[in-house]
């Protein structure tokens, strides 16, 4: 199963006549990181609300909000007139300073800060885990996205995997073809070199030796052929494992890189760069992948 890090959930509720709304986003990311915005009756539960986040979801960059509304009769309001009486002591002076004898200073006043406050108590338990229930309905929510999100990743990964031992095919189809064009130069060589005094018959085995197992790409074929099989197995393991996803595909370029630089062959350079090309697609796919 491939589970997206990327997705969006949202659920509401209603208690006592409060509207709760709760909406949750995340973005592929390697660590985990996480902003909670949050209304000030429940800044005590913020520790409360992160473990209850990051107990449920992986990896990503977390967005949350949480979003109370409540009735205008509901909102309790405090007025500070020690405070006005302050300003106002102020402006008045103010007023005789620049001779303004006609001051209408309250509505100015009563806009300062601190003269009128409106405070939310905090909420009770029974609140708490009525809303602790809306924020888990939008975690499930965002969780049913990331799998949606993750099935079309599957798919994607899968098909450019295929398309990979594809292309690995035709490279073992061509092979052949390329290692007679060597051995025929090798050939062609030896007759050019017949009869030369100058001639180390042991040394030139030696170098003949090296030199076909150089260009020998069995190993790296047979290599990347089981890294690619290991790479759809985790595919469709129980859990999403994007990290070690991470870590066959790095492997799998490196046999690809050596394919390419023993071949010495237009026909399977040109199969290597769409390898390449795939495989940096599968990369840029993983950075998403839970």
Do not use: C
């Amino acid at each position: 199963m491939i589970i997206s890090m990327t997705g969006y959930g949202t659920a509401a509720g209603e208690y006592k006549g409060r509207k709760i709304k709760v909406e949750v986003k995340s973005l592929n990311s390697k660590t985990g990181e996480l902003k909670t915005k949050l209304p000030y009756a429940y800044r005590e539960k913020e520790m409360e609300v992160r473990s209850l986040i990051n107990s449920t979801l992986e990896r990503g960059k977390i967005d949350f909000a949480l979003n109370i509304e409540r009735a205008d009769n509901e909102v309790p309001v405090r007025f500070n007139p020690t405070l006005v009486r302050q300003y106002h002591h102020v402006l008045s002076a103010l007023s005789k300073e620049l001779n303004d004898h006609n001051p209408f200073w309250l509505p100015t006043i009563l806009t300062l800060p601190e003269v009128m406050k409106s405070e939310e108590e905090e909420a009770d338990l029974e609140e708490w885990a009525y809303v602790a229930g809306v924020i888990t309905a939008a975690m499930d929510s965002l969780i049913a996205f990331r799998k949606s999100e993750g099935e079309a990743l599957f798919n994607d990964l899968i098909m450019r995997a295929e398309l990979i031992a594809g292309f690995l095919d035709e490279v073992e189809r061509i092979s052949p073809e390329r290692t007679e064009q060597k051995r025929e130069k090798i050939m062609e060589r030896l007759r050019e070199l017949e009869g030369d005094p100058r001639l180390d018959a042991q040394r030139l085995e030696q170098e003949v030796i090296f030199y076909i197992e150089k260009l020998d790409i069995t190993e790296e074929v047979v290599r990347l052929r089981t890294h690619i099989d290991y790479f759809k197995e985790t595919l469709n393991a129980e859990n999403s494992q994007g990290k070690k996803l991470g870590f066959i595909s790095q492997e799998m370029g490196r046999e690809i890189n050596t394919i390419g630089s023993k071949a010495n062959h237009a026909g399977i350079q040109r199969l290597v760069v769409r390898m390449k090309d795939e495989l940096e697609k599968i990369k840029e796919q993983l950075s998403n992948v839970l």
